[in-house]
Nanobody, 128 residues
Framework: QVQLVESGGGSVQAGGSLRLSCAAS????????VGWFRQAPGKEREFVAT????????YYGDSVKGRFTISRDNAKNTVYLQMNSLKPEDTAVYYC?????????????????????WGQGTQVTASS
């Protein structure tokens, strides 16, 4: 089991930026695909972004393409989500998740049930 802790959430005006971090412990994250999901009140958990084991491949949900960037630093056991041009509809609790994967790239995990480890989440609020 790998433990994940999100940080960096907060409140920002629409159009602003936030950078979320997902710190892993217990195991190295080099063998894990990592993803970000979000969940707003009354809605199901939504796929945001995922990154391959080495960081060479990324994939994003349609609602955040061009605005969010996922990256990772395996030496620090940390994955990041840079969020730019935030909109009120981005308001949600953001979760990072991980799953061991045999793929080095070219396969993307976009469903919640594909991940085995989850963080506790961090609140992001974007207001007009």
């Amino acid at each position: 089991q790998v433990q994940l802790v999100e940080s960096g959430g907060g409140s920002v005006q629409a159009g602003g930026s936030l950078r979320l971090s997902c710190a892993a412990s217990g195991r190295t994250i080099s063998m894990y695909v990592v993803g970000w999901f979000r969940q707003a009140p009354g809605k199901e958990r939504e796929f945001v972004a995922t990154i391959s084991r080495s960081g060479g491949s990324t994939y994003y949900g349609d609602s955040v393409k061009g605005r969010f960037t996922i990256s990772r630093d395996n030496a620090k056991n940390t994955v990041y989500l840079q969020m730019n041009s935030l909109k009120p509809e981005d308001t949600a609790v953001y979760y990072c998740a991980a799953v061991v994967s045999p793929y080095s790239g070219n396969y993307y995990y976009t469903r919640t049930n594909e991940y085995t480890s989850w963080g506790q989440g961090t609140q992001v609020t974007a207001s007009s």
